[in-house]
């Protein structure tokens, strides 16, 4: 990675977990909400947000590192239920093709 950031012509984010600089298209946009982190669906809810790749992979990779504590300056425990199913729904998904 250059040290060089292109960020205003395509929206760019980085997943907390994996660290990887991807299309805003491609990662699921999280809101902390009295303390859990929800997934903003449909990318209306305020406040201060962390991108992911919806995948467990990155999940774990995030909660490994406290990322969310980084993401939302706070010191935590962050409910994860909500995010986990999600993300867990998706990744079936993904294995059971119609
Ligand atoms: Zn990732």
Redesign the pocket.
């Known amino acids: 990675m250059s040290g060089r950031t292109h960020g205003r012509s395509c929206p760019q984010r980085t ?6 600089c ?1 299309d805003k298209g491609a ?1 699921l946009r999280m809101v902390l909400i009295g303390g859990s982190l929800i997934p903003d669906l449909r990318g209306r809810l305020p406040g201060r947000g962390a991108y ?2 919806p ?1 467990p ?2 999940l774990e ?1 995030a909660v490994r590192r406290r990322a969310f504590n980084r993401a939302f300056r706070g010191p935590g425990p962050f409910d994860l239920a909500h995010l986990r199913e999600h993300v867990e729904r998706i990744a079936q998904q993904g294995q059971q093709a119609p």
Request: charged share 15%; aromatic share 0%.
């Open positions: 997943c907390v977990g994996c660290r990887e991807t990662l992911l790749h995948v992979s990155c990779q």
